[in-house]
């Protein structure tokens, strides 16, 4: 088979992430990103597809453009477009290598999304897409609502556009380990961009002292199995005794970790104990109006320090990144990398900070294990 062409959807300003875990996994050849979209090609019908996980949703690919008008004239070039640009029956086919065909008589659906102010709605693209496709779609399919064995895909965002097959389904956004599930939690995929900027290894002690569902520990977990040997266990905790339970339901199939209820300004661990520290603080619209972002985000960057080993690093993601890097400052951390994002429907950033090593000291020392007094914890 020749290469197949393929776009993956993934959490705005994480395209770089994700298209470094495509070619990684994958050996795919990146062909473009864009907000939200990373194109590329494999060559051939890779199942490892399915197991990637910085991206929301993965497609073939049949024919995207940069050049809506916003005007209704789209509409006509849709259809057009659809009918001659895509090769569909092949799409189709390559379609079926990934997931093997299903008894009886094969099911289809057209989902349409659009964002952005255009001169039509929705649906008027939907019906251009269909009426593009119609030719290609053998006439034995019967077309459905719901679980359709294939999926016609056509995602407008405002200029932009992409229509292709869907290779994945819900699975590939919410993992199955996810039992227990609280207001503020992270999307799986944006969790595991935040391990793959943390630049782990296997030697390293890393803590989610935030943890709230535990998706950081969760997504840590994962991927730390791929290295196929033995590691350090990881550390969470959380203020809330209902957080470190929830987090303690979703990791439990994942290996040994050590959850602590705590408070993260004060952590009951050893001083440069930690090699890693990956954790989503709160957002200002999450904790109560009384309290100060700056104060709080200044306490644990003190607290965070005195854990981190001198060279250890942390990955940190926030809505107020100015009080957050005010925060690093002010205990001296080096900014290495910074992506700015969107969570909940607001802005975000996440940042790689560096705690620099005093002259003449290389890295943090081995074999130093954090120790707990006697907090309260599941194992
Ligand atoms: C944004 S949530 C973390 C969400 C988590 N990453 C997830 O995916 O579920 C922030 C968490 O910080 C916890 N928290 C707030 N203040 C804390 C403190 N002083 N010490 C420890 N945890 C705290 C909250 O209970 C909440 O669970």
Aim: glycine share 8%; with cysteine.
């Amino acid at each position: 088979m020749s290469s197949i062409s393929c776009y993956a959807m993934v959490v705005s300003g994480l395209e770089s992430i994700a298209a470094r875990e495509i070619e990684l996994l994958l050996g795919a050849k990146i062909t473009r990103k864009t907000d939200g979209l990373v194109t590329f090609k494999i060559d051939g019908p890779d199942p490892d597809l399915f197991d990637l996980k910085t991206t929301e949703d993965v497609f073939l690919f049949a024919w995207g453009t940069d050049s809506l008008t916003y005007r209704a004239k789209d509409l006509e070039d849709i259809r057009k477009w659809t009918a001659k640009e895509g090769d569909w029956t092949r799409l189709i086919s390559q379609h079926h290598a990934f997931k093997p065909k299903t008894k009886g008589k094969p099911t289809y659906r057209f989902i349409t999304q659009m964002d952005g102010e255009h001169g039509y709605h929705r649906k008027d693209a939907q019906k251009e897409f269909a009426k593009g496709l119609a030719k290609f779609i053998p006439p034995n399919w019967r077309m459905v609502e719901d679980n359709a064995s294939v999926e016609f895909w056509l995602t407008i965002e405002e200029k932009t556009a992409v229509a292709g097959i869907r290779l994945t389904d819900k699975t590939m956004r919410h993992r199955t380990y996810k039992v227990a599930h609280r207001p503020a939690s992270l999307r799986p995929s944006v969790a595991a961009a935040m391990v793959r900027i943390a630049e782990l290894k296997p030697q390293h002690k890393v803590i989610d002292p935030m943890c709230g569902a535990g998706t950081i520990l969760g997504e840590y977990q994962i991927f730390a199995e791929g290295w196929r040997m033995p590691r350090e266990a990881a550390w969470g905790g959380d203020i809330e005794q209902a957080a470190v339970l929830d987090a303690s339901a979703n990791t439990r199939r994942l290996g040994k970790i050590y959850l602590h209820r705590w408070d993260a300004r004060w952590l009951p661990l050893d001083s440069c104990s930690i090699d890693r520290i990956i954790c989503n603080p709160p957002f200002g619209k999450q904790i109560s109006p009384d309290v100060d972002i700056n104060k709080l985000y200044r306490g644990l960057m003190i607290q965070f320090n005195r854990i981190l080993s001198p060279g250890g690093k942390a990955v940190l993601l926030v809505s107020d990144y100015a009080a957050l890097k005010g925060a690093c400052e002010n205990v001296e951390w080096e900014l290495e990398k910074k992506f700015r994002t969107e969570i909940l429907g607001q802005n975000a950033v996440i940042s790689l900070w560096h705690k620099p090593a005093p002259e003449g000291t290389l890295s943090a020392p081995e074999g130093v294990l954090p120790v707990l007094n006697d907090s309260q914890g599941t194992e």
